[in-house]
């Protein structure tokens, strides 16, 4: 149950402070929410799980970008600026999801709104509304094709996304296969290596897609022999291997690893019905498109973090795009 939150609530209404719904908890959706707050408005943020704080709240890695904030983890900064929400007062609904969204003859919104824990459902009706759901990993598809995935990603043999590798007092073993070619692979293989993991990147590409800072980290390790790349290769399958993994690759290759990571890269929280509802404009990847007010190709609704596609996504963008997004909708709402 979220911070000032009811399920006794059948329809919202547009009142004399006008309500903004905003849809994601993360560093984006909850700076928008606190600027809504001190310009006078009435933010809600709805978030469908049972905390705010979006990806940032999954990462245990150190975040030294955020000024002010030297050696925290973006879990922990997340944290803070959940309190933040909540010191403010900031209507807050956990465990909601959004199933319809409609743009009114007048330009308003109406909003459906569901919960399962309790059920309900709640209609609310809005002058604009904000979209700050981000992104996931990718790789739940890999997990659904490549043959025992599934079931060994169960067992917590196969990890989706960066986060079980950083986590204080994870039993990483002595071999990891990290499959992907992009930053997350590089720089996770890294880090393994440097506590003596010994690391197989498997990738599909020839060349690496990483920056080249971080594909120069990993050499020194490459030359040790503690990290091996297998470029242009793909899992063909997985198989238990008594408490470890095989890892057959599309060249018959095998390996025998303790996990598998998967690093793809990520993936915008866009395909929900209501976004097509909206018929909100997207780019090739399925991000939303905005202008330089962080506003969609419907007028009215904002995206705001990395559901817009950044040019240089991270927590510190996406929190200036909240705030960006608050000031245009500040602009339009408040008379004087």
Request: charged share 20%; glycine share 12%; hydrophobic share 40%.
């Amino acid at each position: 149950m979220g911070i000032g939150y009811t399920h006794r609530v059948t329809e919202l209404t547009m009142q004399s402070i006008p309500i903004v719904p905003i849809v994601g908890g993360g560093p984006a959706g909850m700076s928008c929410a606190l600027w809504l707050k001190n310009y006078g408005l009435k933010p809600i943020i709805i978030e469908r799980v049972a905390a705010l704080g979006g990806m940032a709240r999954l990462s245990p890695y150190p975040n030294d970008g955020l000024l002010g904030r030297p050696g925290a983890t973006a879990r922990e900064n997340a944290a803070e600026f959940a309190r933040h929400i909540e010191q403010a007062g900031i209507e807050t609904w956990l465990e909601v999801w959004l199933r319809r969204a409609e743009r009114r003859a007048d330009g308003t919104f109406a909003l459906g709104l569901q919960s399962e824990h309790p059920p309900f459902t709640s209609s609310l009706a809005c002058p604009v509304m904000v979209i700050a759901t981000g992104t996931e990993f990718r790789g739940r598809e890999w997990l659904g094709v490549v043959e025992n995935a599934r079931r060994l990603a169960e067992r917590r043999r196969v990890h989706l996304g960066p986060t079980w590798v950083g986590e204080p007092g994870a039993e990483l073993g002595s071999h990891i296969a990290v499959i992907g070619g992009g930053d997350n692979a590089f720089d996770v293989s890294r880090m393994l290596a440097e506590k003596g993991v010994a690391v197989t990147i498997v990738m599909r590409s020839r060349e690496p897609h990483a920056r080249p800072q971080m594909v120069d980290a990993l050499r020194p390790h490459q030359v040790s022999g503690q990290a091996i790349l297998l470029a242009g290769r793909t899992v063909a399958a997985l198989e238990e291997a008594g408490d470890r993994v095989r890892v057959r690759l599309d060249d018959g290759e095998e390996l025998v690893v303790d996990h598998v990571v998967l690093l793809l890269g990520y993936q915008p929280n866009t395909t929900e019905p209501w976004v097509s509802d909206l018929a909100l404009e997207r780019n090739a990847g399925g991000y939303l498109i905005v202008d330089g007010n962080m506003e969609t190709s419907c007028r009215g609704v904002f995206a705001v973090g990395e559901v817009a596609n950044p040019k240089h996504p991270n927590i510190v963008t996406a929190i200036a795009s909240g705030t960006m997004a608050a000031r245009e909708i500040q602009r339009r709402l408040v008379v004087g």
